[in-house]
């Protein structure tokens, strides 16, 4: 079945550091690929997306590539605020051939940022 | 856009209580509601997906008696943890989408529910 594996944390970075979480998956055809982030108390937000392969997401500075032939999607950003301490998860949905929707989620990874 | 509410934030209740958590798409006609559980520090759990209309279709290993879903509108959805035991505290969480096709889901800010 369909999974995502991503680093453990927690990731303990200094500011302006560069941020990568590794985030691999498993998945019958060609799912979309996303970035969710959960800032503490606060539900979650989508951070980026990549719908097919080669597609670059990118938001608030986070990227992430939709790489196929290593079925990885790493989330990257060239310079980390304090601001972005939160947990991150990765997740997949079906092909849009299945139409459920259904999101799976990795296990998340914590990042803390010190000034 | 796309704002996800959710009612209550935190709830505690004696064993043995039903409770009902709302869902509401705030901005958008929501197709399609998620029901997640999050247990502390570790990933979300999809309970159940909800279409508006029709029944809502359980993961494996979630009680359909247990944890009670309705979506009467494209706007509301309800999760009612009935007869509840502290074993179901947890964060509840649910997201909605557009449907037809759309894969984005836009999550609420989650239920504590504690269950003394």
């Known amino acids: 079945g369909n999974s995502v594996t991503q680093m453990e944390g927690p990731v303990t970075l200094s500011e302006e550091a560069f941020l990568t979480i590794n985030c691999t998956y498993t998945a019958t055809g060609y799912p979309s690929l996303f970035w969710y982030v959960q800032y503490p108390g606060e539900g979650l937000q989508l951070l980026l997306k990549?719908?097919?392969?080669?597609d670059k997401g990118s938001n608030k500075g986070f990227e992430a590539t939709y790489r196929k032939e290593t079925t990885s999607f790493h989330l990257e950003k060239g310079s980390v605020q304090v601001s972005d301490s939160a947990v991150y998860f990765c997740a997949l949905s079906g092909p849009r051939s299945s139409n459920t929707g259904k999101l799976i989620f990795g296990q998340g990874t914590t990042l803390q940022v010190k000034p | 856009g796309a704002v996800v509410s959710q009612h209550p934030s935190w709830v505690i209740c004696k064993s043995g209580t039903s409770v009902k958590i709302e869902c509401r798409s705030l901005?958008?006609?929501?197709?399609?509601m998620f029901w997640y559980r999050q247990f502390p520090k570790q990933s979300l759990m999809l309970m159940a997906t909800s279409n508006e209309g029709s029944k809502a279709t359980y993961e494996q290993g979630v009680e359909k008696d247990k944890f009670l879903i309705n979506h009467a509108s494209l706007t509301l959805s309800t999760l009612t943890v009935t007869s509840a035991h502290p074993e179901d505290s947890s964060f509840y969480i649910c997201?909605?989408?557009f449907g037809g096709g759309s894969d984005t889901q836009y999550f609420g800010p989650g239920t504590r529910l504690t269950v003394l």
């Open positions: 901005d958008f006609q929501a197709t399609t």
């Open positions: 990549a719908t097919k392969a080669d």
């Open positions: 997201s909605a989408s």
